[in-house]
Nanobody, 123 residues
Framework: QVQLVESGGGQVQPGESLLLSCTGSTSSINYYAIGWFREVPGKQREGVSCIDAKAENTYYSDSAKGRFTISRDYAKNTVTLQMNNLEPEDTATYIC????????????????WGLGTQVTVSS
């Protein structure tokens, strides 16, 4: 099974940007839809954004629309999430996950999960 590793998290001030990366251990990641989720202690896990295997269909949560952009680089076995104009409410552990269906119809689904990368937005 493919393994996923996230990177790019860190601490930034409100209004700044981060680029998160989700890299698969093999090229099989390129056959999956990939979703980015975030977890905050005491709150339900939220699907932030996902992209289908063909990079044709995407999903963004209401809070992500207009600020975040998901894309993929097949040669690098990587899916990225560009996060602009970050807000304190974006603080969370961000985790990527596979969807073997390869499609994005309505929302995001996770099968194989990475361990996550921490994003902290504060002054």
């Amino acid at each position: 099974q493919v393994q996923l590793v996230e990177s790019g998290g860190g601490q930034v001030q409100p209004g700044e940007s981060l680029l998160l990366s989700c890299t698969g251990s093999t090229s099989s990641i390129n056959y999956y839809a990939i979703g980015w989720f975030r977890e905050v202690p005491g709150k339900q896990r939220e699907g932030v954004s996902c992209i289908d295997a063909k990079a044709e269909n995407t999903y963004y949560s209401d809070s992500a629309k207009g600020r975040f952009t998901i894309s993929r680089d097949y040669a690098k076995n990587t899916v990225t999430l560009q996060m602009n104009n970050l807000e304190p409410e974006d603080t969370a552990t961000y985790i990527c996950a596979t969807d073997v269906s390869g499609v994005v119809v309505n929302g995001c689904w996770g099968g194989i999960w990475g361990l996550g990368t921490q994003v902290t937005v504060s002054s």
